[in-house]
């Protein structure tokens, strides 16, 4: 199935009283990233029947900071899925199928090392999911539409390697 995702809206500079869980996650952010390449944004397809696709964004993070970005699900066909999240450099570009990458997908499953385990809700077209890195406690975490679906991942604090967002999609 054909998949689509982009980055999500702009942040508000100030907040609507909606926005509250977010705030609360991004609260102390180091730095805000919005995956965008483009001046309209940054698009990801896929288009094969059975084969996951990934990219990985080229700016990875480390140290100390929490990093937060966004992506809106577009469109998905008859099977589309979408996985978002984190991956260090030498990860496979299928996130969560390796010790190094870190996912959440379409399917409520959160990926690691090959293992899909329950985690938060399902997403598809029109739903904006959030990826947060908090580099102090190695924590990992999503949103669905602004709502905390709880942390998915605790790696070992500091964060050592740099890790950087991807996008996998079938």
Known sequence: GQHTASRGPELPEQPAPTDTVLERITQGATTMLPIYFLSEGLRCSSSHPR?????????????????????RVESAGDDG????????????????????????????????????DPYGAVFGPGD???????LDTGRVA??????????????????????????CLK
Request: with cysteine; glycine share 16%; net charge positive.
């Open 51 to 71: 084969n996951w696709a990934g990219v990985r964004a080229n700016c990875g993070f480390r140290g100390s900071g929490r990093v937060y970005y966004e992506a």
């Open 81 to 116: 899925v979408a996985r978002f999240g984190w991956s260090a450099a030498g990860a496979a570009l299928a996130l969560g199928t390796d010790a190094f990458g870190y996912g959440y997908g379409g399917t409520a499953r959160k990926s690691n090392s090959s293992r899909y």
């Open 128 to 134: 904006c999911i959030g990826c947060l890195l908090d």
């Open 142 to 167: 999503f949103t669905k539409n602004g709502a905390h679906q709880g942390v998915a991942f605790t790696l070992p604090a500091p964060v050592a390697s740099p890790l950087f967002p991807h996008v």
